[in-house]
């Protein structure tokens, strides 16, 4: 039988992301991959602001289905058969997605739609047995369904019309748990904590990827060996900085019920999360271009992604961190502040070409 985690007494149902979950994330893996060769075929800003757009639908994709598995501690038949459905769906939007903006538009908005339509049907069904968790859902399914039928009409736009339309599309995707309310939505606290360290995790794992990548047949030069063990020992920072939170975020919010509890989720963690995530993504961008040519000066894209990634990682850490406890956290506030003086100073010294430069035809 399924318990309200969201009223007070009642843990005894949290539990960790089980086996299934872990399956349906595999997707994302390569999902997160593919954000980065969009970006990296594209080679310019406009690329880089279609990876951020395409990063908002992959995350958004994920988030819907974190809140979904807090609505149920048991996975059912219906799980069990749709969450491949859904997986199948997001793999084929995963594949279409370095071109989402191209030729395969159309592909991928049929795909993303399908995710969507998946997990409404799943919401449904998994919301059937309280009236509270059914109502709260039933007003999110607008702007749930908004978002992905925008993406599927920019399509047939060409651009910018199409960029425009996506735009829209992620501020209705975001907005709509802001404008409705997640009053009524269960949250496990161990489960969202858990789960969310999982997305992190894989985020990471995609730089760590991306340095290999980077560096593949260049570590005889000791300035790419020495590249490499730095861009390591950053995404280990990085690790570092957001894992220390845990045991305190989740007893934040075990110590919280109710609506207050489900808008510190919203908050911190489907909202907040992002900037981590894509701090991290485009972190991993841009040490990817700049690996291999260490020694070299590096062009400006490039080196907005790499130091503008780690500052928009730390600056996600520490919003995280002052909304689930209320306290800046200087250390992280001034490594922001830091990494991000860093871009200036490197324009200063070597202009501001506009796109990867010398590496674009490697990418």
Same mark, same amino acid.
């Given at each position: 039988?399924?318990?309200?985690?969201?009223?007070?007494?009642?843990?005894?149902?949290?539990?960790?992301?089980?086996?299934?979950?872990?399956?349906?994330?595999?997707?994302?893996?390569?999902?997160?991959?593919?954000?980065?060769? !969009?970006?990296?075929?594209?080679?310019?800003?406009?690329?880089? @602001?279609?990876?951020?757009?395409?990063?908002?639908?992959?995350?958004?994709?994920?988030?819907?289905?974190?809140?979904?598995?807090?609505?149920?501690?048991?996975?059912?038949?219906?799980? $069990?058969?749709?969450?491949?459905?859904?997986?199948?769906?997001?793999?084929?939007?995963?594949?279409?997605?370095?071109?989402?903006?191209?030729?395969?538009?159309?592909?991928?908005?049929?795909?993303?739609?399908?995710?969507?339509?998946?997990?409404?049907?799943?919401?449904?069904?998994?919301?059937?047995?309280?009236?509270?968790? $059914?109502?709260?859902?039933?007003?999110?399914?607008?702007?749930?369904?908004?978002?992905?039928?925008?993406?599927?009409?920019?399509?047939?736009?060409?651009?910018?019309?199409?960029?425009?339309?996506?735009?829209?599309?992620?501020?209705?995707?975001?907005?709509?748990?802001?404008?409705?309310?997640?009053?009524?939505?269960?949250?496990?606290?161990?489960?969202?904590?858990?789960?969310?360290?999982?997305?992190?995790?894989?985020?990471? @794992?995609?730089?760590?990827?991306?340095?290999?990548?980077?560096?593949? @047949?260049?570590?005889?030069?000791?300035?790419? !060996?020495?590249?490499?063990?730095?861009?390591?020992?950053?995404?280990?920072?990085?690790?570092?900085?957001?894992?220390?939170?845990?045991?305190?975020?989740?007893?934040?919010?075990?110590?919280?019920?109710?609506?207050?509890?489900? $808008?510190?989720?919203?908050?911190?963690?489907?909202?907040?999360? !992002?900037?981590?995530?894509?701090?991290?993504?485009?972190?991993?961008?841009?040490?990817?271009?700049?690996?291999?040519?260490?020694?070299?000066?590096?062009?400006?894209?490039?080196?907005?992604?790499?130091?503008?990634?780690?500052?928009?990682?730390?600056?996600?850490?520490?919003?995280?961190?002052?909304?689930?406890?209320?306290?800046?956290?200087?250390?992280?506030?001034?490594?922001?502040?830091?990494?991000?003086?860093?871009?200036?100073? $490197?324009?200063? !010294?070597?202009?501001?070409?506009?796109?990867?430069?010398?590496?674009?035809?490697?990418?």
């Amino acid at each position: 039988m399924n318990v309200n985690a969201s009223e007070p007494g009642t843990e005894k149902d949290d539990r960790t992301t089980d086996a299934l979950e872990l399956f349906f994330d595999l997707v994302f893996v390569f999902a997160m991959s593919q954000v980065t060769q !969009l970006m990296l075929a594209e080679g310019s800003w406009l690329g880089l @602001g279609r990876g951020a757009l395409a990063l908002t639908a992959v995350w958004w994709a994920w988030v819907c289905s974190a809140w979904l598995t807090n609505t149920t501690t048991d996975a059912g038949v219906a799980a $069990r058969i749709l969450t491949p459905a859904a997986m199948a769906a997001m793999l084929v939007a995963a594949i279409a997605l370095p071109d989402a903006f191209a030729a395969r538009a159309l592909l991928f908005a049929v795909a993303f739609l399908c995710v969507r339509l998946v997990h409404l049907v799943l919401l449904v069904l998994d919301t059937g047995q309280s009236r509270k968790q $059914r109502s709260a859902a039933i007003n999110l399914v607008p702007s749930l369904l908004a978002g992905p039928c925008l993406v599927l009409i920019a399509a047939f736009l060409d651009a910018p019309y199409r960029e425009l339309v996506w735009l829209l599309a992620a501020l209705i995707d975001l907005g709509g748990p802001l404008v409705v309310g997640v009053g009524g939505l269960r949250v496990l606290p161990r489960y969202f904590v858990d789960r969310h360290g999982l997305i992190i995790i894989i985020a990471l @794992g995609e730089s760590i990827v991306l340095v290999g990548t980077g560096a593949e @047949g260049d570590l005889s030069q000791p300035g790419v !060996l020495a590249a490499v063990v730095l861009a390591v020992l950053i995404a280990g920072q990085l690790w570092w900085s957001y894992f220390g939170l845990a045991d305190a975020a989740q007893a934040r919010l075990v110590s919280t019920h109710g609506r207050e509890r489900t $808008r510190l989720a919203r908050d911190a963690y489907s909202y907040l999360h !992002l900037l981590i995530v894509a701090g991290i993504v485009f972190f991993a961008l841009g040490v990817h271009l700049a690996i291999d040519i260490v020694l070299d000066p590096l062009h400006l894209l490039p080196a907005v992604a790499l130091t503008g990634g780690v500052a928009l990682a730390y600056a996600g850490d520490v919003a995280y961190r002052w909304r689930d406890h209320h306290r800046i956290a200087t250390d992280r506030l001034l490594a922001a502040c830091a990494s991000a003086a860093l871009v200036s100073f $490197r324009t200063r !010294l070597h202009g501001q070409p506009h796109e990867f430069g010398p590496c674009a035809a490697d990418c």
